[in-house]
Nanobody, 126 residues
Framework: QVQLVESGGGLVQAGGSLRLSCAASGRTFSRNTMAWFRQAPGKEREFVAAIKRSGGTTYADSAKGRFTISRDNAKNTRYLQMNTLKAEDTAVYYC????????????????????WGQGTQVTVSS
């Protein structure tokens, strides 16, 4: 059974940094697209960043220049380095994995991904 487990969330002051991890088990995801989404209280879940099997990355405008998605295929783990955090980054962050080969424009859509983690809370205090 495929399982994605996020970790690394927590409470941080505005301007600080966190690194989220998404560890996959039950399947090797080195050839798959993986992404991070987030959901703030009272809002819909939104795309943050994705990394394709080729290593290409794409980011939401809100994440560009501050967040970096990366991978360690040997560990079957993906990361989201978040710098210069803002109060509006407060949300539950989810990792997601897809088994297809989506085009770049579809990476922002939840339907691209078959597997989801349970989420990790990130709280940024202002």
């Amino acid at each position: 059974q495929v399982q994605l487990v996020e970790s690394g969330g927590g409470l941080v002051q505005a301007g600080g940094s966190l690194r989220l991890s998404c560890a996959a088990s039950g399947r090797t995801f080195s050839r798959n697209t993986m992404a991070w989404f987030r959901q703030a209280p009272g809002k819909e879940r939104e795309f943050v960043a994705a990394i394709k099997r080729s290593g290409g990355t794409t980011y939401a405008d809100s994440a560009k220049g501050r967040f970096t998605i990366s991978r360690d295929n040997a560990k079957n783990t993906r990361y989201l380095q978040m710098n210069t955090l803002k109060a509006e980054d407060t949300a539950v962050y989810y990792c997601a994995a897809g088994t297809g080969s989506p085009i770049t424009s579809s990476l922002r859509f939840e339907t691209t991904y078959e597997y989801w983690g349970q989420g990790t809370q990130v709280t940024v205090s202002s």
